[in-house]
């Protein structure tokens, strides 16, 4: 589990880095897919993955969502407070965590239960999506988008 977070997590940076070289208007240009342009669709990843774990983790938290960031600035630092939040979490998991129930209560207010390996899987995937969805439009600008390669990353050493 924890070497498909930190694989999201580099990923992640790098497409902060790749962000860079644009100007903001381009960031949040509106754009078709995703959640409508690049600085809300890095934004929407942040709030999924921390707000999911926030559940598992039963912490009192708004589920309210952060209204929408202006710059990319802004969503570095909302990173950087809910990675530091949620990584001990993730770098605590264990095969025993699998199958723990979460219930989930759904607008309509109907309860459903997910084993916890689930939930964590779906925000992998979650973002692994969305981070397809920055690719497309990379190219759409011409330029080359991050490498989703998991190979050349060291998380896993050889023995």
């Not at 707000?51 to 708004?62: C, G, M, N, T």
Request: net charge negative; aromatic share 10%; proline share 4%.
């Amino acid at each position: 589990m924890q070497v498909w977070f930190k694989y999201n997590w580099i990923v992640r940076d790098q497409w902060y880095e790749w962000c860079a070289q644009l100007p903001e208007e381009e960031l949040v240009r509106k754009r078709i897919g995703g959640m409508g342009s690049i600085l809300k669709t890095l934004q929407h990843i942040l709030d999924v993955e921390w707000s999911w774990i926030q559940q598992l983790r039963e912490a009192d938290f708004a589920s309210e969502p952060v209204p929408w960031l202006a710059t990319l600035a802004e969503v570095r630092e909302l990173d950087r407070q809910y990675r530091s939040d949620i990584e001990p979490f993730i770098l605590g998991w264990d095969d025993s965590m699998e199958t723990r129930p979460m219930e989930d209560v759904a607008s309509d207010g109907h309860v459903e239960q997910h084993a916890w390996g689930e939930v964590m899987r779906h925000v992998l995937a979650h973002e692994i999506h969305h981070i397809g969805q920055l690719s497309i439009w990379a190219r759409e600008l011409g330029l080359k988008p991050v490498s989703a390669n998991l190979i050349g990353k060291g998380l896993i050493p050889i023995r």
